[in-house]
């Protein structure tokens, strides 16, 4: 069903730029004010001046962040800081990294060129809902530049693993064409694919395989609406045009490199009333476990509870709750799922069975009163990745409450999209973060 390309990449010339390093970044959209300014100041040729430029108060129509980043591809392009692959390939990628918990895991997959479809073609599926600014701010870049800068992370089910176990064959121990390791001691490997008998191999087991979009669908959406931008310019539709196909990344859900780690929520500028006897209320619904600590003690409470969620996640709905100025956590247990179909809904019950979903459904809105609006335009909410900083900032009196989720799995994923819906907001945060900037298609 996915229609799979090689293509000639653009990459950063090694004979100008010696260490990488000091040019990719990680992907825009987690880049911070204070970083992009750190990463405008590490080299003249950072990546960061193509994907994520500066805005100027003397900014114009005709003079802005996207008129740049086009004249400095142009520019690098020319001088030779960035040069075209000669041969259309196939990239393998490979990134070896460290969760928290000092486990290490390696992330596998291949950058090619995928064809735009339509979402309800179901070729290649969503699974959350986008926002308007940034898919403008994406198809501006896209005007200005006719390139991807980064590619749209994926995946796809192979159990037989056969993509990648064939590369891993071809490749042996050759030495890659980038090896670095980045900031946070991870490191990342990139080799060109260009045999004929891989590449077809890959667009043969590709063309059977759904795409499920993991991060990037404010760039993917805003690539079809660029498709349909060029298709109205030019006349008739055609299939076979640069402009329709986008650069992504293909991770196998199958394997064991991919991380999905939660977000958490949390509460601020709640009346009080709101509050009050919070932890007495959900009793109707869950069974409420308290983890009480005195002072010294709650590290061990907090280590208790965070177990206890681990070793039942695959089991059972848990949530943690910790409330300003209580000691002691609370570990909420969904009694029976059968209170989720009693619940009126227009979901589907494999998006009312998330985690994500019964926090939202049972607890914010029906518990402390919020609306499904509110919590979309984030009112009183506010979503923190790390469970210790969610709970720093509640103790610190920044937020009221913090509830706190197990990640959610990659069957819970495919369970709603294959169900035509899309996951709540910040249900998953998929990890490792890539580095933009190994590869570019220009077309």
């Not at 590369?167 to 980045?182: A, C, E, H, T, V």
Request: glycine share 6%; net charge neutral; aromatic share 10%.
């Amino acid at each position: 069903m996915a229609d799979i390309l090689p293509f000639k990449g653009v990459l950063y010339n090694t004979e100008k730029i010696k260490d990488l390093r000091q040019v990719v970044t990680p992907p825009y959209d987690i880049i911070s004010p204070d970083e992009q300014e750190r990463y405008y100041q590490s080299h003249e040729y950072n990546m960061i001046r193509l994907d994520l430029g500066k805005e100027y108060p003397e900014d114009t129509d005709n003079k802005n962040r996207y008129t740049r980043a086009s004249g400095h591809l142009s520019n690098w392009l020319s001088s030779g800081v960035l040069v075209q692959d000669k041969e259309p390939s196939i990239y393998f990628y490979q990134l070896s990294y460290i969760l928290k918990d000092g486990s290490n895991k390696v992330m596998e997959g291949f950058i090619a060129l995928c064809k735009l479809e339509e979402f309800s073609s179901g070729k290649v599926v969503p699974h959350e809902y986008t926002l308007s600014k940034p898919k403008s701010d994406r198809l501006n870049l896209l005007r200005s530049c006719r390139s991807n800068f980064s590619f749209i992370f994926s995946l796809y089910s192979s159990p037989k693993s056969k993509i990648n176990s064939s590369i891993k064959g071809l490749i042996g121990g050759s030495r890659p064409k980038i090896d670095i390791i980045d900031d946070h001691n991870y490191r990342h490997k990139l080799w060109p694919i260009t045999d004929p008998g891989i590449i077809d191999l890959i667009k043969m087991e590709m063309k059977d395989n759904t795409v499920y979009i993991a991060d990037g669908h404010h760039r993917y959406e805003a690539s079809l609406n660029y498709r349909n931008e060029l298709r109205a310019k030019g006349g008739a539709a055609s299939d076979h045009e640069p402009g329709d196909y986008v650069m992504m990344y293909f991770a196998n859900m199958d394997e064991p490199g991919l991380t999905i780690l939660p977000t958490h929520r949390l509460l601020h500028s709640l009346p009080a009333e709101k509050l009050k006897d919070l932890t007495n209320k959900p009793g109707n619904n869950f069974h409420v476990k308290f983890f009480d600590f005195s002072p010294g003690g709650e590290s061990s409470a907090r280590e208790q509870m965070i177990e206890e969620m681990k070793r039942a996640a695959n089991k059972e709905h848990l949530i943690g709750m910790y409330i300003h100025g209580e000691e002691r956590y609370a570990l909420l247990s969904l009694k029976d799922e059968s209170l989720l179909q009693k619940r009126t809904s227009d979901k589907p019950m494999a998006w009312r069975r998330l985690d994500a979903a019964i926090l939202q459904s049972l607890i914010l809105e029906d518990l402390i009163g919020l609306n499904e609006e509110s919590i979309k335009r984030q009112e009183n909410l506010s979503y923190v990745k790390d469970m210790d900083e969610s709970i720093r900032k509640v103790c610190s009196g920044d937020f009221q409450i913090a509830f706190l989720l197990n990640p959610t799995r990659i069957e819970e994923i495919k369970d709603v999209t294959n169900a035509g819906e899309r996951m709540p907001q910040k249900s998953t945060y998929f990890y490792p973060k890539f580095l933009t900037g190994f590869v570019i298609y220009k077309f």
